[in-house]
């Protein structure tokens, strides 16, 4: 499993087309956003922060984070594409480790890329209100996070064998990403898109990143995010392993 | 007990299609067996079911002792595997996929370092192992796709088409490498659409057609079945032909000539024959101006049993097969 963590690991950094865009389309959003909708923090009902930039921080880095997803999803169908998948199925190691290798990468991965955001925002001057615990709860999520959604871009890949296709799929993330309260927060969400992010794991996933940034912890909505992160993870690595262990019925 | 033995194989793909359709095998250690099959045969099909990559919808496969549906991973440790079109990652290097390989086959870190030199040296990539695989020729990429099967010291090694597309000279380092392989004890099982790659490198070859094994045995044995060779000859201004066709008579039963020669004759023993009908007409007074034996090619065989020509047939020639011999 490690040695195949490592080369998706290698390969990641080998492939500035696949990893570039992960954190330079999510920054420009997050500049554009900030400018054009700080005052929005002034109607009732958004929370008291310590600026525009901080409570957005959280959105870039979900957003980051699926694209994540997508580059995950694209490698793997790529593998398949070019056959380097089969010489992996063909080697005498447990299957789960093919899936397990490459999500091990991606929380590596993951990891760097909430790092990324969360320098970028302390730059700019954004404060982590939940001091350096904070911080790292929003690694802990953020990784795990990130896990789960290469977990949905690996199970794409597995189903599909068609990185074109994967992409095609991938966009739709980002509708139930701005069906969530990654952007804004649930209370200024109107019917139907309030509905949908109440049972939408990534407001969550996204609240729970957002809260140690700006707020002290607050243990009930941390919990939330990381319960909600577990659960992506989990449920995406089972599809995952269940979509590989069907590649060997199926032509 | 045989290295490769399947009873009945079969797999179907839905819709109902048998791209494998019964087939039996029995494939002794270390010997090079030559699967032969146009496109669409069903040769890739069933390699990978008997690499594991594709159960079986029927019939059952054991390879090197183990079933290949019930203990998969007891094969996949005890064979080497190279596929259709060398599937490498091009972000990779020669060395890393050498590691690489050598760690999913569990081999002691101590051991991978020099066990992966010795392969690259073995495959004649040294000076290339620390390049990016996506800058390899496709000679090179089949070199290190094979050395790769072997990091393990397999006992059984699948080779699937490794030299299609392959220039010629690319193709002879592979063959040299299968010859030595066998010369090795490996057992060897490869797929191929050349018939002039089975001719030289099979002990035994088996043709496959529309998922069903329709011919096995050595080639020699099999071109025997269609047909002996015969001697295609021409005589030096036209020659007395009448007097030429007594003269053969003695050496074999006469036959319709090709286009640019005045006789043929079947010739039992092949070229251990040539002399005696050269020396022959040269006492009847007659001058050879060129010969030509000509062989039951493999192509013959599948022709008999298919009733069409095999793919890749007319590419024997590039393949680096000699023509028949000519004075």
Redesign the interface.
């Known amino acids: 499993m490690w040695?195949?963590a490592g080369?998706a690991l290698?390969?990641a950094s080998?492939?500035p087309q696949f990893f570039v865009p992960m954190l330079v389309f999510p920054s420009l959003l997050l500049a554009a956003n900030t400018g054009g909708f700080n005052r929005t923090t002034a109607l009732p009902g958004f929370p008291k922060v310590h600026g525009f930039l901080d409570y957005q921080l959280a959105a870039a880095i979900t957003q980051s984070l699926l694209l994540g997803g997508v580059s995950v999803g694209i490698a793997v169908a790529l593998?398949i594409e070019?056959?380097?998948f089969?010489?992996?199925?063909?080697?005498?190691?447990p299957r789960t480790s093919i899936v397990f290798g490459r999500l091990a990468a991606t929380f590596c991965i993951a990891l760097v890329q909430v790092l990324f955001f969360l320098v970028l925002g302390l730059i700019f001057g954004a404060e982590v209100q939940g001091g350096i615990g904070g911080a790292l709860l929003v690694l802990l999520i953020g990784a795990i996070a990130g896990t789960g959604f290469g977990g949905i871009g690996m199970s794409l890949a597995l189903r599909a064998r068609n990185a074109s296709l994967v992409q095609g799929i991938f966009p739709f993330a980002f509708v139930i990403l701005f069906l969530s309260s990654a952007f804004f927060p649930m209370d200024l969400l109107r019917a139907p898109a309030d509905w949908v992010a109440a049972y939408n794991p990534l407001s969550y996933i996204a609240d729970g990143l957002r809260n140690p940034i700006i707020a002290p912890i607050d243990a009930g909505a941390v919990l939330e995010g990381l319960a909600a992160a577990l659960g992506v993870t989990a449920a995406m690595t089972a599809l995952s392993v269940y979509f590989l262990r069907g590649r060997?019925?199926?032509? | 007990m045989p290295a490769i033995e399947a009873v009945e194989l079969e797999r179907e793909f839905k819709g109902g299609v048998k791209a494998v359709d019964g087939v039996d095998l029995a494939i002794d250690a270390g010997e090079v067996y030559g699967f032969l099959g146009p496109n669409g045969a069903g040769k890739t099909t069933t390699v990978r079911m008997l690499v594991t990559l594709l159960r079986p919808t029927g019939g059952s496969a054991r390879v090197a002792g183990y079933d290949v549906a019930s203990q998969p991973d007891a094969v996949r440790r005890r064979i080497g595997v190279a596929l259709q079109e060398a599937a490498l990652d091009p972000l990779m290097t020669g060395t890393e996929l050498i590691e690489l390989q050598a760690k999913l086959h569990g081999i002691p870190p101590e051991k991978v370092k020099r066990r992966g030199e010795e392969l690259i040296e073995r495959v004649g990539l040294v000076e290339a192992r620390d390049r990016r695989v996506g800058t390899y020729s496709g000679g090179m990429r089949r070199r290190l796709d094979l050395a790769m099967a072997l990091i393990h010291e397999p006992g059984v090694l699948f080779l699937d088409e490794p030299t299609t597309g392959l220039d010629p000279v690319s193709r002879m380092t592979l063959w040299d490498e299968v010859r030595r392989l066998k010369n090795e004890g490996t057992t060897v099982f490869l797929t191929t659409q050349y018939l002039e790659e089975a001719d030289q490198l099979a002990d035994r070859v088996g043709i496959i057609s529309d998922g069903r094994l329709v011919a096995e045995g050595t080639p020699a044995v099999l071109k025997g079945q269609v047909g002996r060779p015969h001697l295609e000859i021409a005589l030096a201004d036209g020659g007395d032909r009448e007097r030429a066709v007594e003269v053969l008579a003695s050496f074999g039963a006469p036959r319709p000539p090709a286009e640019g020669f005045e006789l043929a004759v079947t010739v039992a023993e092949g070229a251990t024959e040539i002399a005696g009908i050269v020396r022959a007409l040269d006492d009847a007074h007659m001058t050879v101006a060129s010969l030509e034996l000509v062989e039951p090619t493999l192509d013959d065989v599948f022709v008999e049993k298919t009733g069409r020509h095999l793919e890749g047939a007319g590419e024997t020639d590039d393949a680096g097969g000699e023509p028949a011999g000519s004075p």
């Open positions: 040695a195949l080369r290698r390969n080998r492939r593998e070019n056959g380097f089969d010489r992996l199925i063909a080697s005498p190691i060997l019925r199926e032509p």
